[in-house]
């Protein structure tokens, strides 16, 4: 439900309010969020699903470059909550973030928040979904950010555009699933399908009639807004018989790139320009699971959506055709997508990468096992021992109340600050047989500390420990700039030398390759609490994640805003 659907109402003495750093045009658009139980039917079988204002997917957002929104979330239904503006960096701004036990408390039955979201330099597509348990299965939709009033795309004005959000869907309750798992200590239970925009598509049961239809008017472009809101694989993504060029992605405009797939992680948003220049006639957009590790269970379905060409005529008798996706795990094809990327960099879209660095980081990223209970077994490795994951061997223990909160507050105990710039111990990361001995991590709640305009350099480094696997990285608060990749072990005096310094793509969410390694830079001008982890859901139950606390600066502009009185209570 949206509260003034068509029209932005300049409030300017609220903004000031509210935000202090808004620009005069901006402006302040409210939406009310429902979290509510609801019945859907997917395949034969009907189940209750947490759900926004009884949506699934749930409803679009949508605003201009540096407004702001306050989203009224009321929680009725049975389970805590909290929702997080993925991609939206909120400067100055950290309670309206969302991650449970990070920057709140969840929002409990019964109650409410009133969450600001404050826009400021994001333009393109961005999401927003729960960020407790595995909520985000089933609460989660598009955050349209438009160029603002008066200006327009770095490319012409699409004719329409069109929502594809890729997900998955259980018959089982999802909150089911997730206990199993991790009562187990092993993979989670596949997914029975694959979704696009909430339906599976024609090549499941009971799904034909529901399949997701787009209309198209031949020779006319459409911008597909994507999200790729799976819980735990990367996706490929192709349309039959049409070349597919990107122009944005996070909220960041990216130059024109064209290609005939797509590989898009979980938590990543796409612009697509898509040409309807072919023959009228019904063809298939199709994705499917990339896995790049043989030992992780996965659904190795595809899932269809239909793009259908109006006017009259007969449609071909074997239309619609599936379009040629990559082997379920091509890892050169994910990679290879992925570093292909390069931000427009352009006088009207600039963009400012960090080149003196003050703060040098390798972050390694493992998957780990733990000891079974005692007198029991479970499904981790040789099923005497549980999955657990890492960053820099440290397992992160989430505590039970407010990182936030205990920071704002100076309240002790809650959190230390001792997490690591480097591994604790350096080995042959990608190793083919790496020791056993490696397998356990630590368990801590530890923080980086970061000073305000600090410029980092963070280098992911993947791990063949256990089994290595791709990581797609998300840090709240900030984009980043992706200034190289690779596979194998970084080399810190070689790689750095074929760093893209010139244009390298503005990322908040970036895959990191199985069994290699990924560096970005970005400027700590965001004071905060800020949340970094691995978006395969899995990863994060398994403990691979960690936060980092950007200081106040010295000026009056550079210091983290006071909480809302209306924060929700442990």
Known sequence: MKTD??????????????????????????????????????????????TVNGQYPGPTISAHRGDALIVDV????????????????LPRYPWSD???????????????????????????????????????????????????????????????????????????????????????????????????????????????????????????TYMLRMVNAAMNNIMFFAIADHELVVVGTDGAYTKPLKTNYLAISPGQTIDVLLVANQPRNRYYMAAKFYNSNPRSLFDNSTTTAIIEYNGKYTPSPNSPVLPPLPAFDDRNASANFTSSLRSLASNDHPIDVPMTITRKLLYTLSINSIPCASNTTCDGPRR?????????????????????GA????????????????????????????STSLQTPKNGTEVKILKYNDTVELVFQGTNVVSGIDHPMHLHGY????VGSGFGNFDRQRDPLNYNLVDPPLQQTIAVPQNGW???????????????????ERHVSWGMEMVFIVRNGKGAHERMLPPPKDMPKC
């Open 407 to 434: 920071y704002y507050r100076g309240v002790n105990g809650v959190y230390g600050d001792d997490f690591p710039d480097n591994p604790p111990f350096v080995f042959d990361y990608t190793a083919a047989n790496l």
């Open 518 to 536: 990924t560096a970005i830079r970005f400027r700590a001008n965001n004071p905060g609490v800020w949340f970094m982890h691995c978006h395969f």
């Open 98 to 220: 969302g991650p449970e036990f990070i920057t709140q408390c969840p929002i409990q039955p019964g109650t409410r928040f009133s969450q600001k979201v404050i826009l400021s330099d994001e333009e393109g597509t961005l999401w927003w979904h729960a960020h407790s348990d595995w909520s985000r299965a089933t609460v989660h939709g598009l955050l349209v950010v438009s160029p603002k009033i008066g200006t327009t795309f770095p490319f012409p004005k699409p004719h329409a555009e069109v929502p594809v959000i890729l997900g998955d869907w259980w018959k089982n309750d999802i909150q089911a699933v997730m206990e199993d798992f991790m009562r187990r200590g092993g993979d989670p239970v596949p997914s029975d399908a694959l979704t696009i925009n909430g339906q599976p598509g024609d090549c499941y049961n009971c799904s034909r009639p529901y399949t997701t239809k787009v209309y198209v008017d031949k020779g006319k």
């Open 384 to 404: 005497t021992s549980r999955f657990a994951a890492s960053i820099n061997n440290i397992t992160f223990d989430a505590p039970r109340t407010s990182i936030l």
């Open 479 to 482: 984009s980043f700039y992706v």
């Open 5 to 50: 659907m068509n029209t932005h109402v300049l409030v300017l003495g609220l903004l000031v309010l509210l935000l202090g750093l808004l620009q005069s045009e901006a402006a302040v658009v409210r939406y009310k969020f429902v979290v509510q139980e609801s019945n859907y039917t997917r395949l034969c079988s009907s189940k209750n699903i947490l």
């Open 74 to 89: 009321i929680n009725q239904a049975t389970q805590n909550i909290t929702i997080h503006w993925h991609g939206v960096k």
